[in-house]
């Protein structure tokens, strides 16, 4: 065949672009922010994964990061931080606090945050170190390249 | 120097039917006193000769055996004397109200809007007593012994 060129699927491009250019929202509570810190500065570097453009707004990033615990007050605060994200977006809950409450088994906390949002990946661990932290990250872009044409504005609509 | 040293006996005589326990149990100075006397004597050791300037801490604990349930402990610390003393008092369930202390320390605010959340006790005289770190609408208190271990109360509807 002459010339210079390349065949691909259009989801496969699209995956590939979003699973790529991932700018992220922090939402730190507690302690397990310190790993997020460490994972996203010079050391750990989550800008080797096309991750590293932190924008603290909601409406410019296109996941959000939970890093923390979660109170029953704080609660509201989060589901109208997701709602403020733009589609499509994706949801990573770190540390034991936002997967399911962890230690703190009380009146005051939300037992996992996917009883709020809906969540994407789980990263556990009390705190998780930051190559599980990238490890996440790593999975959701994995998730997002299988996405592929199935994208949730659509699903949203339809259902 | 003298008359500091024995701030417990000095208490006693200045108010003699209102202070009912006094000693130094662990070695921390501590006094039990009728709540209706509270104001007189935290005016009295907020000022010369006890100088006690500064309210370090106030809580609440919950005895629910005791007719008396709840004992609301006092921590003053006296930064000129370098001393310590720990006022207690108890209040019946059915009637939890407690002078504020506002007036005095200014910090107490904030401390028994913390008691007034977590144990429901009531503080006569305070300037905005409501809920600190519970939201508005939450039913309860939540440190209370009989509060359930399990008992939920989610603020917003939970996703299915």
């Not at chain 2, 000022?47 to 629910?64: A, G, I, K, R």
Request: charged residues 25%; hydrophobic residues 40%.
């Amino acid at each position: 065949m002459p010339g210079n060129f390349i065949t691909t699927s259009f989801e496969a491009m699209l995956g590939w672009g979003r699973k790529y250019s991932l700018f992220h929202y922090p939402f730190i509570t507690a302690c397990c922010g310190m790993e997020y810190m460490s994972a996203a500065c010079a050391h750990f570097d989550i800008d080797r994964f096309g991750a590293g453009w932190t924008r603290f707004s909601p409406r410019q990033a296109d996941l959000i990061l939970v890093v923390g615990t979660v109170t029953q007050k704080l609660a509201p605060v989060l589901r109208t931080v997701y709602d403020q994200m733009a589609e499509p977006k994706w949801v990573i809950a770190v540390g034991a606090c936002a997967v399911s409450g962890g230690i703190y088994d009380n009146y005051a906390v939300v037992q996992g945050i996917d009883q709020i949002i809906p969540v994407d990946i789980f990263v556990p661990g009390c705190p998780p170190r930051p190559e599980m932290i990238l490890e996440g990250l790593l999975a959701l872009q994995g998730k997002i390249q299988k996405e592929g044409h199935d994208w949730r504005w659509k699903k949203k609509k339809t259902s | 120097m003298e008359e500091e040293k024995d701030v417990l006996s000095s208490l006693r005589a200045a108010y003699p039917g209102d202070v009912l326990e006094a000693g130094a149990p662990f070695g921390d100075e501590t006094i039990v006193i009728r709540p209706a006397a509270l104001p007189a004597i935290m005016a009295a050791l907020r000022q010369s000769p006890y100088e006690f300037t500064m309210l370090l801490d106030l809580t609440v604990v919950d005895y629910p055996d005791r007719p008396e349930r709840f004992e609301v402990v006092y921590h003053l610390l006296s930064i000129p004397r370098n001393r310590r003393i720990r006022i207690k008092l108890s209040v019946p369930e059915s009637a939890p109200v407690v002078a504020s202390l506002t007036g005095l320390w200014k910090n107490a605010e904030w401390l028994e809007r913390e008691a007034f959340d977590m144990f429901g006790v009531r503080f006569e005289g305070h300037p905005y007593l409501r809920r600190i770190f519970m939201y508005d609408g939450f039913e309860g208190h939540p440190l209370r012994k009989d509060y359930g271990l399990r008992h939920r109360q989610p603020r917003i509807p939970l996703r299915k």
